[in-house]
């Protein structure tokens, strides 16, 4: 049984970036003729160019062997609940959680009946209520993730500014960056303030239009997200319940990547009733992975608080597009887990051949 409090196609913010690793998972899910079909639903765009901007100033132009896939999330969401439901499977929308017992297994919606549950998987996002229920009731067994950040993001008429490719700007804000997804009739722009940042991000975001000189900026009304960077659950069950997704804090900290982990670890869930017997431990052992990833993603951004390390960065990513090509295929698009010296070596002996 599928339940949520809003119908499908919804709002929902996301730049849709669905790199080859989210593309792999579902296809395995799906199958070659079904992921044809909902990437024939959903696809915006896939872009070869890929730069990285500090200010006005463009360090580094790279031209990728595989373009980046952009999606639209809606419809992507919507694709998904439609094919669960012609699968069989239960969904109903309108339902708003509002109680919970997890010791007789009931949640209770607002105006409806109370539902039993053998298992809840709890996959209703970076400000769950699931989450915040259960730790009201259980405030010393059970360990919420951390703050999450914040993310500004409006999508734009292609008419309205003159970007290209996919684009990374740093010197918007401390620590994190900017960006401008180009996505077939639309622009995907917005930025991310971390946790504990105290910038006036919506002037941070108006200064960044203005920067990149978007026209009829009055048009488009900011609209804003959490978004759990880094600050996973470092158990994602508690009792019959599993967290999966931006509920357990499953995002990748340096690109805030969630549709990977989201169909991920939603698979890892399911899959762990395979073994028919306590499948929350069985859940809990899938997932060392993704934490894994997670804390590269990391150890990455931290890196971009560090001004040595980022004025590395700008000092020589424009001399080595070919590398910055490199990374981000292997470590943001593949998750390879390789340490940083790892994958220079491997750039390196690919060189040469």
């Known amino acids: 049984m599928l339940v949520d409090r809003q119908s499908f196609p919804r709002v ?16 395995e899910l799906l199958g070659q003729d079904q992921y044809e079909e909902c990437m024939a639903a959903c696809l915006m765009s896939r872009e ?6 500090k200010g006005q100033i463009t360090l580094v132009t790279c031209h990728l062997n595989r373009p980046i896939t952009l999606i639209d999330r809606p419809k992507f969401d919507a694709w998904l609940v439609n094919h669960y439901v012609s699968l069989g499977g239960q969904f109903y929308d309108g339902y708003e959680l509002i109680g919970l017992d997890v010791e007789k297994n009931k949640v209770v919606f607002r105006n409806r009946d109370e539902v039993e549950y053998e298992y809840l998987i709890a996959a209703d996002g970076a400000n769950s209520m699931v989450e915040r229920i259960v730790a009201k009731q259980y405030p010393k067994n059970f360990q919420r993730k951390a703050q999450s950040a914040l993310s500004l993001e409006i999508n734009v008429d292609r008419a309205d500014v003159d970007v290209t490719g996919v ?16 996505k077939g009739e639309k622009v995907c722009l917005g930025l991310v303030k971390q946790p504990g940042d105290n910038t006036n991000v919506n002037e941070a975001m108006r200064q960044f239009l203005d920067g990149i000189k978007l026209r009829n900026q009055q048009n488009y009304p900011l609209q804003g997200a959490m978004i759990p960077v880094g600050n996973y659950m470092s158990r994602p069950v508690f009792c019959n319940i599993m967290f ?15 549709i990977f982990y989201a169909l991920q670890s939603g698979y890892l869930a399911a899959k762990s009733f395979e073994v028919g017997s306590t499948p929350t431990y069985h859940y809990l052992n899938h997932i060392p992975y993704l934490k894994r990833m997670i804390d590269m993603g990391r150890f990455y951004q931290r890196l971009l608080e560090k001004p040595w390390a980022v004025k590395q ?22 998750g390879r887990l390789d340490p940083f010296w790892k994958i220079l070596l491997n750039y390196k002996l690919k060189k040469k051949c």
């Open 12 to 27: 929902k913010l996301c730049a849709g970036l669905f790199t080859q690793k989210s593309q792999q998972c579902l296809l």
């Open 313 to 334: 960065l700008y000092k020589h990513a424009g001399k080595h597009p070919g590398f910055v090509a490199f990374f981000y295929e292997t470590r943001i698009e593949q």
């Open 167 to 182: 684009n990374i700007y740093f010197d918007v804000v401390p620590n994190s960056y900017a960006w401008a997804f180009a």
């Open 48 to 53: 070869s160019e890929f730069r990285l901007i």
């Open 244 to 258: 999966v997704g931006d509920a357990a804090g499953f995002v990748e900290p340096l690109t805030d990547e969630g």
